[in-house]
T-cell receptor
Framework: EDQVTQSPEALRLQEGESSSLNCSYT??????LFWYRQDPGKGPEFLFT???AGEEKEKERLKATLTKKESFLHITAPKPEDSATYLC??????????????FGGGTRVLVKP | DAGVTQSPTHLIKTRGQHVTLRCSPI?????VSWYQQVLGQGPQFIFQ???????GRGNFPDRFSARQFPNYSSELNVNALLLGDSALYLC?????????FGPGTRLLVL
């Protein structure tokens, strides 16, 4: 069964203080690893899809990287508006998991001015 | 373009009642999935539909059911509600490998 573990559970940063979020996963036949941002009471907002080890994607202050066992979301010089819960999810082989996403518990990020 | 839409936004029910939640996918998307998100946890997969057929089911009891209509919209039905069914119910539509989520329906069971 696919499993995703995110760490830390919560992260408090000062504005401008860069940091990284970790997503460790086990999956049979990775078809994709996904990062989402979720604000309180709202649906997850898509950020990145990574397909293979070594791949990197960037968007504004966020950069996602992927290895065979984990993914990192780097936040560079964060601003208060980057405060949110960041969710990591994997999609395994179609035979084993169909198209379902398996999510981690998320990392709650608070950026203080 | 409109994103995934869900209705209602909030709902309060009592134990034993049933509920119907609705979802309209992004225009052109034919696949819809449903997830349950309990406060403080990541979303958990309930169902996936593609071209009106069920293509996947998560570890949820038979009280949960769903269907997809010819226009690709979908309904999630939950019977005999329990307190533990209180959660944010999310609908997602899929383009290639990426799923895009709606705003969710917040269900409170009293």
């Amino acid at each position: 069964e696919d499993q995703v573990t995110q760490s830390p559970e919560a992260l408090r940063l000062q504005e401008g203080e860069s940091s990284s979020l970790n997503c460790s996963y086990t999956v049979s036949g990775l078809r994709g690893l996904f990062w989402y941002r979720q604000d309180p009471g709202k649906g997850p907002e898509f950020l990145f899809t990574l397909y293979s080890a070594g791949e990197e994607k960037e968007k504004e202050r966020l950069k996602a990287t992927l290895t065979k066992k984990e993914s990192f979301l780097h936040i560079t010089a964060p601003k208060p508006e980057d405060s949110a819960t960041y969710l990591c999810a994997v999609q395994g082989s179609r035979e084993a998991a169909g198209n379902k996403l398996t999510f981690g518990g998320g990392t709650r990020v608070l950026v203080k001015p | 373009d409109a994103g995934v839409t869900q209705s209602p936004t909030h709902l309060i029910k009592t134990r034993g009642q049933h509920v119907t939640l609705r979802c309209s996918p992004i225009s052109g998307h034919k696949s819809v999935s449903w997830y349950q998100q309990v406060l403080g946890q990541g979303p958990q997969f309930i169902f996936q539909y593609y071209e009106k057929e069920e293509r996947g089911r998560g570890n949820f009891p038979d009280r949960f059911s769903a269907r997809q209509f010819p226009n690709y919209s979908s309904e999630l039905n939950v019977n005999a509600l329990l307190l533990g069914d209180s959660a944010l119910y999310l609908c997602a539509s899929r383009e290639e490998e990426t799923q895009y989520f709606g705003p969710g329906t917040r269900l409170l069971v009293l």
